[in-house]
């Protein structure tokens, strides 16, 4: 069963900086292309970095986060992160991990993990 556990949301600052991690079981990830997603308040939910395979040698970002997030993995854990510096007021959103892949045909979503950005 494929599952997901995100973790490391909490409430910070403008220009503050949070680390987000999941935690994904019942499959590899070394498999797939991940990627992390973000739903704000009365907004779609949306991509905002995925990672390739074979070590992550690609990545790639979401223009509004580009500069600020890093995305990563580790294989052997089987997990991957989220390194979110200079936060802005409208980083504010509850963030999912998952494969890489078309918002609406992926399934397993886990609870996610709320940033809130506010001074």
């Known amino acids: 069963q494929v599952q997901f556990v995100e973790s490391g949301g909490g409430l910070v600052q403008p220009g503050g900086s949070l680390r987000l991690s999941c935690q994904a079981s019942?499959?590899?990830?070394?498999?797939?292309?991940m990627a992390w997603y973000r739903q704000a308040p009365g907004k779609q939910r949306e991509l905002v970095a995925f990672?390739?395979?074979?070590?992550?040698?690609?990545?790639t970002y979401v223009d509004s986060v580009k500069g600020r997030f890093n995305i990563s993995r580790d294989d052997g854990k089987n997990a991957q992160y989220l390194q979110m510096n200079d936060l802005k007021f409208e980083d504010t959103a509850v963030y999912y991990c998952?494969?890489?892949?078309?918002?609406?045909?992926?399934?397993?979503w886990g609870p996610g993990t709320q940033v809130v950005v506010s001074s």
């Open positions: 998952n494969k890489f892949g078309t918002i609406g045909l992926l399934e397993s």
């Open positions: 019942g499959f590899p990830i070394g498999d797939y292309w």
């Open positions: 990672i390739s395979k074979d070590d992550g040698r690609t990545t």
